[in-house]
């Protein structure tokens, strides 16, 4: 029997590295960064000037007593709502999340237009952040090195935009699934990816706005993901040949649910490992968020049980203070 290994790659392993990839240091970092820069010089302003004598913190336990301070000075609609909805766990699926809600929200007061312009002004702040902490991390993992090594002819699928996994193995083995940073021929893919009932309900309002920062839309855009696909697919028609898949700081939020639903249910994979940390906690939180992916019986009992040794390994602290 033959075997082929898939390691999917997700937020836990850059936050493993000690990267302030969390949806919760991303809003920090939009705050600050916007008190820097001045909202007169900058085109899209999230929040006006009257903030700029707070810190991020006074803000945080400020709209813990007065929500009314958010409608009253804050402008970009998903900056808005992600301070309502803040998740200290900082899993980019919530933002996603968020917008697939407003998007589809029947009583909502904002166009699909209007949620495509601010949410552009959000994906384009987040490249920018990432870029700087993408330059930042050098910061490689003897553990994960040794086991990389030891399964140099896995295929390895990227749903970072960063290029933390090139510290490990050369950037042609790796798969941008979801484009990456400062690359023209492959831009970053950041939106939701609803089951297909959603998307088909999205298809039938035909109106192309709403598919603006689909997945199941723009996958379509990258070849590659077809490939993936097809290559399970030639996989299957072969005899003695099984896959199995190791998620690595998978959330398997809503985000990523076309994906992993369509790559996770082909015959041919026969086995999932999920990497956690945190222990059981976090094995039990991706394991739920999984099988509201997986609806079928079978393709949920290729999920292994947990098994403290399948833990993400972290890197050593660089004076970073991770949520």
């Known amino acids: 029997m033959h075997k082929v290994k898939y390691l999917i790659v997700g937020n836990g392993f ?173 831009p970053i893919i950041f939106g939701n990816g609803p089951d297909d009932s959603v998307y088909d309900t999205l298809l039938d309002l035909r109106n192309d706005e709403y598919l603006s920062y689909i997945k199941n839309h723009l996958y379509k855009t990258n070849p590659k993901v077809d490939k993936i696909l097809k290559d399970l697919d030639e996989c299957n028609g072969l005899e003695g040949i099984e896959c199995s898949v190791e998620l690595f700081g998978v959330s398997c939020g809503s985000s990523d649910h076309h994906f992993l639903l369509h790559f996770l249910q082909r015959e041919v994979i026969k086995e999932i490992i999920i990497w956690h940390h945190n222990g059981v906690k976090s094995y039990s939180e991706t394991k739920l968020n999984l099988e509201r992916i997986l609806r079928s019986k079978t393709d949920r009992n290729k999920i292994l049980p947990y098994d403290s040794k399948y833990n993400i390994p972290q890197a050593e602290n660089k004076n970073t203070d991770v949520i």
Do not use: C
Not at 19 to 39: A, G, R, V, W
């Open 14 to 186: 850059d936050r493993a590295h000690k990267m302030k990839t969390s949806y919760f240091q991303f809003l920090e970092f939009l705050f600050n960064d916007q008190k820097k820069n001045k909202p007169e010089i900058i085109t899209n302003p999230l929040f006006t000037d009257d903030l700029f004598n707070k810190s991020f913190e006074e803000v945080i336990e400020h709209l813990q007593n007065d929500i009314g301070l958010i409608q009253e000075h804050f402008q970009n609609i998903f900056y808005k709502m992600a301070l309502l909805k803040r998740d200290t766990n900082g899993y980019w699926a919530d933002l996603e999340q968020l917008y697939l809600e407003l998007l589809i929200d029947e009583n909502s007061s904002y166009s699909p237009k209007k949620l495509n312009t601010e949410f552009k002004i959000i994906i384009e702040y987040l490249e920018k952040y990432l870029v700087i902490e993408n330059s930042k991390n050098d910061n490689k993992i003897n553990a994960l090195s040794e086991y990389l090594s030891l399964n140099k002819f896995a295929k390895i699928i990227n749903l970072n935009y960063t290029t933390t996994l090139e510290l490990y193995r050369p950037k042609d083995d790796i798969i941008y699934l979801h484009g990456k940073l400062n690359d023209i021929e492959n």
